[in-house]
């Protein structure tokens, strides 16, 4: 079961860093929740592939950064109707 957590740590990784998406998108894909996907780029790829983890922890931020902007944009189509 390690090895299973450790291969989805690295696919959702990987799954991100092509994309360039959210977690949430990538939580979508891979069917699983948003804390799963955000606990295992966060906390158990370090230990799996260090490099990956830095990559993955960049985009993590850059995203985290740029939410209220998309959240924005939300609102905003949502009241225009679009």
């Known amino acids: 079961m390690v090895n ?3 291969q ?3 696919e959702l ?3 991100l860093l092509e994309h360039q998406c959210t977690v949430r998108a990538a939580a979508e894909r891979f069917g699983v929740s948003k804390s799963t996907v955000h606990k295992d780029i966060s906390e158990r790829l370090e230990h ?3 490099a990956l ?3 993955a922890r960049a985009l993590l931020e850059r995203n ?4 209220h902007i998309r959240g924005g944009l939300a609102t905003r189509k949502k ?3 679009e």
């Open 13 to 15: 990784a990987v799954y």
């Open 8 to 10: 989805r740590s690295r």
């Open 79 to 81: 009241y225009k109707g």
């Open 48 to 50: 799996v592939d260090r």
């Open 4 to 6: 299973d957590i450790e």
């Open 53 to 55: 983890w830095l990559q």
């Open 64 to 67: 985290k950064a740029e939410r």
